[in-house]
């Protein structure tokens, strides 16, 4: 198992932390301080420039009281220990009265750590290294076709190393998400075009290669859309590649699910506990300990560890997924799915990894099922709609299906749209492979974090326009 | 504690392998507030210090070259072995040679309410109770979230051509989840609004208009099919012009990056203009505006630049760097959108039968072509005195010939990141029918 790296300032204040929750707990029946530290760099390559950036850093402390319902926080930038014991005494004054509580163990707790595994971790290559991969893979790009007047290579490592301290629980974990992005742009008679294609995960280099045929497909993707057409509103039958599959779960059964919504009802899934949702091919599952998954981390910054959490079964709606205070308030189980944009947020009940679960029609089956419709591949965006169950997907492009094979005939943008349930029971068939892509998702507009959704590929019937 | 800015650009100043650098320092101070429909659940108080590093130096073996990374600091970080780093990376990338700006005049555009930098806890307690009260008075609708960021937040940027300035900014963030009806029937409406001083915040007013909006979307019929008139207004007319192509194509670093097809002294439509002329600045000088501030990230002055002029293209937003590569004036960084009153009265604009959108799910048109289909939240389909609400369906159509075929309300507003016309008529947009929910 590899160790988490974790900055030293870091390491100089864990000790200090069970003392900090003590004295906390004095006054509050619970008590927890996370240490959260997310940096990481960027590099672009483009044909006439380059740049390396280190991201936003974002480094601090936040201390966490939950005293008759209402949770209180500071965060506090940085890791010194004076301004530490400052806060705590601060939040110790201001917190009064002291609580009814059983008294604490004094047993000690042992620490657990994590850190992401990699058989090419980041950190082993040089910076010189990494911006060599990437020209390397923008030449490539920029050779394939005239018409190419720019190719853009954008890399992105972000190091997550976080400590969380409460009565039961002293963990640690470095989680590393490496993406990756190939993006061709065209000019053809003054007008521009351009498609991409991105990879990433937790886990190392070896995950980020393109071969040829990808990058030609990136191209080929680009070209197509000199020649792309408005779409016929309609309904039509539709194939999705998984990455729109996806994004189909984490806004139908993603967002819609998160049980903070509930207590205030914001969610109608809250009313379809144990209902059927959608045809009985639909599973859907967020995982935050799927093996390699672009959001995968080994505990969550509420100090939940890390399991899956089956959201939908055979078409029947099953759980949700929590932050602490949900879980608490409505006496539901408790999944890791506290999360936080970074230490100066609060924790939301987020997913992870969203995923259809797999089925058993080959790709080809699929396609050979429709008579005329559209294959979506390349989704832009989505837009949860957790009250009303309405659901927006816009596509880059879509692709016309006759007799179960691509015409050639393309349409951009596309956007799908529809009520939840009905476009979740229109899936027919559910392919054999999952595929996970890689993004960030807000909560509403704002809360942005990394995030990863997938599935196999789908046949379905929705709106488009 | 010795100051962090000073000794960043102590080390930076005391190096000779740089063509430039620049270190700003950004202290932000907040409280953060968050409610359910009947109590606080949540109070926070926070507070962020960091210094972001830009240098600038000769490419390695190719000093017709340069080279640019960026590093940040937190508190209590050592700045010299960040700008190592930096100094590392930037060497190993190649560039078009350019110029960090120098020493301007700085506007005084005011973006500080003293009443938030006094007491932001208490900025944010006093909204809330206004929210409260306003909305046990309305029975048509309900508050079910409410979620307030109230912050304070003084910068400082040195660089090495002698620019050392100082801005503040306040922000006040806003989320409001207002539901009507029940069960099955139930319906919400997610606002979210971001201002710079309280006085450009109505609650009450807010409160009314969301809440009979969302009363609206409970009796929504689901989208016609519809091709003609539509009206924007207020924010959703902030949201159109705000929405990516026009920020895109107008863009020098797009332009730089063969993404932004746009020329100076070329038209921006590809037909016939039907409508009024459109002319529109980038501008940072609003009072209290989103993008409003004295200086940018590289130490630009804020300005009011004019994008288009009756149709015609003139000048990209672009950075120093950018300026430099296209060999145009620098302008600054993105900014907000200012467009001058159209000469038809409001009443006349609206007096006709047309499609009114009020919300979008998401209004993402392809930021090239201009192309979108959005889902429509809440639309009216406007006949006289007759006001039918409806929701779904798609709007579809394109920005670019949605400008070209406008009137544009001599009545003039601010909302956040758009100064100008209150109301828009577009003269022919298409909403493709709902499938029924």
Same mark, same amino acid.
């Given at each position: 198992?590899?160790?988490?790296?974790?900055?030293?300032?870091?390491?100089?204040?864990?000790?200090?932390?069970?003392?900090?929750?003590?004295?906390?707990?004095?006054?509050?029946?619970?008590?927890?301080?996370?240490?959260?530290?997310?940096?990481?760099?960027?590099?672009?390559?483009?044909?006439?420039?380059?740049?390396?950036?280190?991201?936003?850093?974002?480094?601090?402390?936040?201390?966490?009281?939950?005293?008759?319902?209402?949770?209180?926080?500071?965060?506090?930038?940085?890791? &010194?220990?004076?301004?530490?014991?400052?806060?705590?005494?601060?939040?110790?004054?201001?917190?009064?009265?002291?609580?009814?509580?059983?008294?604490?163990?004094?047993?000690?707790?042992?620490?657990?750590?994590?850190? $992401?595994?990699?058989?090419?971790?980041?950190?082993?290559?040089?910076?010189?290294?990494?911006?060599?991969?990437?020209?390397?893979?923008?030449?490539?790009?920029?050779?394939?076709?005239?018409?190419?007047?720019?190719?853009?290579?954008?890399?992105?490592?972000?190091? &997550?190393?976080?400590?969380?301290?409460?009565?039961?629980?002293?963990?640690?974990?470095?989680?590393?998400?490496?993406?990756?992005?190939?993006?061709?742009?065209?000019?053809?008679?003054?007008?521009?075009?351009?498609?991409?294609?991105?990879?990433?995960? $937790?886990?190392?280099?070896?995950?980020?290669?393109?071969?040829?045929?990808?990058?030609?497909?990136?191209?080929?993707?680009?070209?197509?859309?000199?020649?792309? &057409?408005?779409?016929?509103?309609?309904?039509? $039958?539709?194939?999705?590649?998984?990455?729109?599959?996806?994004?189909?779960?984490?806004?139908?059964?993603?967002?819609?699910?998160?049980?903070?919504?509930?207590?205030?009802?914001?969610?109608?899934?809250?009313?379809?506990?144990?209902?059927?949702?959608?045809?009985?091919?639909?599973?859907?599952?967020?995982?935050?300990?799927?093996?390699?998954?672009?959001?995968?981390?080994?505990?969550?910054?509420?100090?939940?560890?890390?399991?899956?959490? $089956?959201?939908?079964?055979?078409?029947?709606?099953?759980?949700?997924?929590?932050?602490?205070?949900?879980?608490?308030?409505?006496?539901?189980?408790?999944?890791?799915?506290?999360?936080?944009?970074?230490?100066?947020?609060?924790?939301?009940?987020?997913?992870?990894?969203?995923?259809?679960?797999?089925?058993?029609?080959?790709?080809?089956?699929?396609?050979?099922?429709?008579?005329?419709?559209?294959?979506?591949?390349?989704?832009?965006?989505?837009?949860?709609?957790?009250?009303?169950?309405?659901?927006?997907?816009?596509?880059?492009?879509?692709?016309?299906?006759?007799?179960?094979?691509?015409?050639?005939?393309?349409?951009?943008?596309?956007?799908?749209?529809?009520?939840?349930?009905?476009?979740?029971?229109?899936?027919?068939?559910?392919?054999?492979?999952?595929?996970?892509?890689?993004?960030?998702?807000?909560?509403?507009?704002?809360?942005?974090?990394?995030?990863?959704?997938?599935?196999?590929?789908?046949?379905?019937?929705?709106?488009?326009? | 504690?010795?100051?962090?800015?000073?000794?960043?650009?102590?080390?930076?100043?005391?190096?000779?392998?740089?063509?430039?650098?620049?270190?700003?320092?950004?202290?932000?101070?907040?409280?953060?507030?968050?409610?359910?429909?009947?109590?606080?659940?949540?109070?926070?108080?926070?507070?962020?210090?960091?210094?972001?590093?830009?240098?600038?130096?000769?490419?390695?073996?190719?000093?017709?070259?340069?080279?640019?990374?960026?590093?940040?600091?937190?508190?209590?970080?050592?700045?010299?072995?960040?700008?190592? %780093?930096?100094? #590392?990376?930037?060497?190993?990338?190649?560039?078009?040679?350019?110029?960090?700006?120098?020493?301007?005049?700085?506007?005084?555009?005011?973006?500080?309410?003293?009443?938030?930098?006094?007491?932001?806890?208490?900025?944010?307690?006093?909204?809330?109770?206004?929210?409260?009260?306003?909305?046990?008075?309305?029975?048509?609708?309900?508050?079910?979230?409410?979620?307030?960021?109230?912050?304070?937040?003084?910068?400082?940027?040195?660089?090495?051509? *002698?620019?050392?300035?100082?801005?503040?900014?306040?922000?006040?963030?806003?989320?409001?989840?207002?539901?009507?009806?029940?069960?099955?029937?139930?319906?919400?409406?997610?606002?979210?609004?971001? #201002?710079?001083?309280?006085?450009?915040?109505?609650?009450?007013?807010?409160?009314?208009?969301?809440? %009979?909006?969302?009363?609206?979307?409970?009796?929504?019929?689901?989208?016609?099919?519809?091709?003609?008139?539509?009206?924007?207004?207020?924010?959703?007319?902030?949201?159109?012009?705000?929405?990516?192509?026009?920020?895109?194509?107008?863009?020098?670093?797009?332009?730089?990056?063969?993404?932004?097809?746009?020329?100076?002294?070329?038209?921006?439509?590809?037909?016939?203009?039907?409508?009024?002329?459109?002319?529109?600045?980038?501008?940072?000088?609003?009072?209290?505006?989103?993008?409003?501030?004295?200086?940018?990230?590289?130490?630009?002055?804020?300005?009011?630049?004019?994008?288009?002029?009756?149709?015609?293209?003139?000048?990209?937003?672009?950075?120093?760097?950018?300026?430099?590569?296209?060999?145009?004036?620098?302008?600054?960084?993105?900014?907000?959108?200012?467009?001058?009153?159209?000469?038809?009265?409001?009443?006349?604009?609206?007096?006709?039968?047309?499609?009114?959108?009020?919300?979008?799910?998401? %209004?993402?048109?392809?930021?090239?072509?201009?192309?979108?289909?959005?889902?429509?939240?809440? *639309?009216?389909?406007?006949? *006289?005195?007759?006001?039918?609400?409806?929701?779904?369906?798609?709007?579809?159509?394109?920005?670019?010939?949605?400008?070209?075929?406008?009137?544009?309300?001599?009545?003039?507003?601010?909302?956040?990141?758009?100064?100008?016309?209150?109301?828009? #008529?577009?003269?022919?947009?298409?909403?493709?029918?709902? #499938?029924?929910?």
């Amino acid at each position: 198992m590899p160790v988490p790296q974790l900055p030293a300032p870091m390491i100089d204040l864990r000790p200090r932390l069970g003392a900090a929750v003590a004295k906390l707990e004095q006054r509050s029946p619970y008590a927890a301080v996370l240490l959260s530290s997310r940096e990481g760099i960027s590099i672009e390559v483009e044909q006439k420039e380059e740049k390396i950036s280190q991201l936003p850093l974002s480094a601090g402390v936040v201390l966490t009281c939950l005293a008759n319902g209402v949770l209180t926080e500071r965060s506090l930038p940085g890791f &010194e220990a004076g301004r530490l014991d400052q806060a705590v005494r601060a939040m110790h004054q201001d917190l009064g009265v002291a609580p009814k509580r059983t008294p604490e163990s004094d047993e000690p707790i042992a620490a657990r750590d994590f850190a $992401t595994a990699g058989k090419a971790p980041a950190r082993q290559l040089s910076l010189e290294d990494k911006l060599e991969r990437c020209r390397d893979i923008q030449r490539r790009l920029t050779r394939i076709d005239p018409r190419v007047v720019n190719a853009r290579v954008a890399y992105v490592e972000q190091s &997550e190393t976080s400590v969380f301290r409460s009565r039961s629980q002293d963990l640690a974990q470095e989680v590393v998400r490496l993406r990756i992005s190939a993006m061709a742009i065209l000019s053809q008679d003054g007008q521009v075009r351009y498609d991409w294609l991105g990879k990433g995960g $937790t886990g190392g280099w070896e995950m980020l290669g393109y071969t040829d045929e990808e990058l030609n497909s990136v191209v080929e993707g680009a070209a197509r859309m000199f020649s792309a &057409e408005r779409i016929e509103p309609a309904e039509y $039958t539709v194939v999705t590649g998984p990455g729109v599959s996806g994004v189909l779960a984490h806004e139908s059964f993603g967002h819609g699910v998160e049980t903070d919504l509930f207590p205030k009802e914001r969610a109608r899934a809250f009313d379809y506990l144990g209902r059927k949702v959608g045809s009985p091919l639909v599973d859907i599952v967020d995982d935050p300990s799927l093996d390699g998954g672009y959001a995968s981390y080994f505990f969550d910054d509420e100090g939940m560890l890390s399991e899956p959490t $089956t959201i939908v079964d055979k078409g029947i709606f099953r759980r949700g997924i929590s932050d602490m205070l949900s879980a608490r308030t409505l006496d539901l189980h408790r999944t890791a799915n506290g999360r936080r944009q970074d230490f100066t947020r609060k924790p939301y009940a987020r997913m992870s990894n969203t995923f259809f679960g797999t089925g058993t029609t080959s790709v080809e089956d699929l396609f050979a099922q429709v008579d005329h419709g559209v294959f979506l591949n390349r989704w832009v965006n989505g837009m949860e709609d957790p009250q009303g169950w309405g659901i927006q997907i816009t596509c880059h492009y879509g692709q016309e299906i006759v007799h179960g094979k691509l015409t050639g005939r393309v349409f951009s943008p596309v956007s799908l749209s529809g009520y939840v349930p009905q476009v979740l029971d229109t899936i027919r068939g559910v392919g054999p492979l999952v595929q996970m892509d890689q993004g960030t998702c807000g909560k509403g507009h704002k809360e942005y974090m990394p995030n990863s959704s997938g599935g196999p590929h789908l046949l379905l019937q929705v709106r488009l326009g | 504690m010795a100051d962090p800015l000073k000794a960043a650009v102590d080390s930076l100043a005391g190096r000779s392998d740089l063509l430039g650098w620049t270190a700003v320092q950004r202290h932000l101070r907040g409280e953060q507030l968050f409610s359910d429909r009947s109590h606080v659940e949540v109070r926070r108080s926070v507070e962020k210090n960091n210094i972001a590093i830009d240098v600038l130096c000769a490419s390695d073996g190719d000093a017709a070259q340069c080279g640019a990374a960026r590093v940040m600091l937190n508190v209590g970080q050592e700045a010299g072995p960040a700008i190592e %780093f930096a100094v #590392r990376a930037a060497q190993r990338t190649r560039n078009p040679l350019y110029q960090l700006p120098g020493p301007a005049s700085l506007p005084d555009v005011p973006t500080v309410d003293p009443e938030i930098v006094a007491d932001p806890a208490a900025a944010a307690a006093s909204l809330h109770d206004r929210l409260m009260r306003s909305s046990a008075s309305q029975a048509a609708a309900r508050l079910t979230l409410a979620e307030w960021f109230v912050e304070h937040e003084e910068s400082h940027l040195v660089n090495s051509r *002698g620019i050392d300035a100082h801005q503040a900014h306040t922000r006040l963030s806003l989320e409001w989840i207002v539901l009507a009806g029940q069960g099955e029937g139930r319906v919400d409406t997610t606002f979210d609004m971001d #201002r710079r001083r309280l006085a450009d915040l109505d609650v009450e007013g807010e409160w009314d208009r969301v809440a %009979f909006q969302t009363a609206d979307r409970e009796r929504a019929q689901p989208a016609p099919s519809y091709d003609g008139p539509v009206v924007l207004r207020g924010s959703a007319l902030e949201t159109f012009l705000n929405s990516g192509t026009i920020g895109t194509l107008t863009s020098g670093k797009a332009r730089f990056s063969r993404i932004s097809p746009w020329e100076p002294g070329m038209s921006v439509f590809r037909g016939e203009v039907l409508g009024d002329p459109l002319t529109m600045w980038a501008t940072r000088l609003i009072p209290y505006a989103e993008h409003a501030g004295r200086f940018d990230d590289e130490g630009l002055p804020g300005q009011r630049t004019l994008l288009i002029d009756r149709n015609i293209f003139q000048t990209y937003c672009a950075s120093q760097r950018y300026a430099t590569y296209l060999s145009v004036p620098a302008t600054g960084a993105s900014a907000d959108l200012e467009v001058p009153p159209g000469a038809t009265p409001q009443a006349e604009l609206i007096a006709d039968p047309h499609v009114e959108v009020v919300s979008w799910s998401w %209004f993402s048109p392809e930021p090239t072509t201009g192309d979108f289909a959005s889902e429509i939240r809440l *639309g009216y389909v406007v006949d *006289g005195g007759s006001r039918r609400p409806f929701t779904g369906g798609l709007l579809v159509g394109n920005v670019l010939d949605a400008l070209a075929n406008v009137r544009w309300s001599s009545e003039t507003g601010f909302y956040g990141s758009y100064l100008g016309p209150t109301t828009a #008529r577009f003269g022919s947009l298409q909403v493709t029918p709902s #499938r029924d929910a």
